[in-house]
C-alpha cells in the first residue's frame, strides 16, 4: 500500500502563492504517475495536475500557466506550485497516485484545504 499525506493548504487573498506538498510512504513511489485533484463545495471532482514516472505533465486548462506540478523521487515527494490564485481555486486538494498512469489512481490522500479570499 502507498500513503499520502497532503499538506500547505491554507486561506490567502487572491493573487497569492501556495506550495502543496504530497508526502508518501510505502510501495515504491517512483513507479506511479503522481495527479493533483480539487474538489469545491458543491463541484465535482476534477483534475488539476499530474506527472509521470518519466516527467510528463498535464495541466488542466483553468491552472495551465499558473500551476506547476514536481517530484523528487529521493523524497517520495510531490508538489504543487500555485501562483496567482483567485477565488475559483478555492477547493479541497486531494494528492492520488496512479500506477498505470491512465487516469485511475490507486491511491488518495484526506486532502488539504486551499481558501482563496477575493
Known amino acids: 500500500h502507498v500513503q499520502l499525506v497532503e499538506s500547505g493548504g491554507g486561506l490567502v487573498q487572491a493573487g497569492a502563492s501556495l506550495r502543496l506538498s504530497c508526502a508518501a510512504s510505502?510501495?515504491?513511489?517512483?513507479?506511479?504517475?503522481m495527479c493533483w485533484f480539487r474538489q469545491a463545495p458543491g463541484k465535482e471532482r476534477e483534475s488539476v495536475a499530474a506527472?509521470?514516472?518519466?516527467?510528463?505533465?498535464y495541466y488542466a486548462d483553468s491552472v495551465k500557466g499558473r500551476f506547476t506540478i514536481s517530484r523528487d523521487n529521493a523524497k517520495n515527494t510531490v508538489y504543487l506550485q500555485m501562483n496567482n490564485l483567485n477565488a475559483e481555486d478555492t477547493a479541497v486538494y486531494y494528492c492520488?497516485?496512479?500506477?498505470?498512469?491512465?487516469?485511475?489512481?490507486?491511491?488518495w490522500g484526506q486532502g488539504t484545504r486551499v481558501t482563496v479570499s477575493s
Open positions: 510505502g510501495r515504491t513511489f517512483s513507479s506511479y504517475a
Open positions: 492520488a497516485a496512479d500506477y498505470s498512469g491512465q487516469g485511475s489512481p490507486d491511491y
Open positions: 506527472i509521470s514516472w518519466s516527467g510528463g505533465t
